[in-house]
């Protein structure tokens, strides 16, 4: 079988190999989903609890690495996180409609979102997060991006992994 030219998957899966985990593959995602379908902001969010962390921005003077956010009870997270469904945000009133913090997402510029959960034995682990003008997105930009979802696994696995023993750490 032969790969697409469209088609980053066989190079982000050798850079998986690679030393540097799990930064290289971020930048390597980010890199691939800009030359698919665009963004102007790219992060990573691993879910803990009923919130989602931050482990990866492009843009980390305006939402920097370890940034936290409750999402689990919204509808954002109902759809995204429990039902496990992508969120396309075409415009600005799926912005606000998603996120509490459109303000800041809309003085950057920012006016869509594909939102990608990363799932793992039948939940969302985490995140995949693409921002752009409004009006750049649309279902066709959805389905590329979620191929490479599952390339974050392990990084999303270890990201909570990591949390959960600091934490057990500061309870002794």
């Not at 690495?65 to 689990?72: A, D, F, H, L, N």
């Amino acid at each position: 079988m032969t790969a697409r030219p469209d088609d980053p998957t066989g190079s982000l899966l050798a850079t998986l190999a690679e030393a540097g985990q799990p930064e290289r593959l971020y930048k390597a995602l980010e890199d691939a989903t800009r030359g698919l379908v665009g963004h102007k902001l790219f992060t990573l969010l691993y879910v803990d609890g009923q919130d989602v962390a931050r482990v990866y921005s492009s843009r980390p003077a305006e939402y920097p690495v370890s940034g936290r956010k409750t999402m689990g009870e919204t509808p954002w997270g109902e759809l995204v996180l429990k039902r496990r469904q992508p969120f396309l945000g075409r415009d600005r009133e799926g912005i606000r409609w998603a996120f509490f913090d459109h303000a800041l997402i809309e003085s950057m510029g920012l006016g869509s979102v594909i939102n990608i959960p990363v799932l793992y034995d039948g939940e969302a682990i985490g995140t995949m997060n693409l921002l752009d003008v409004e009006h750049h997105y649309a279902e066709a930009h959805v389905a590329p991006v979620a191929r490479l979802a599952p390339l974050l696994i392990p990084a999303f696995l270890e990201a909570r992994a990591a949390a959960r023993a600091a934490d057990r750490n500061q309870i002794r």
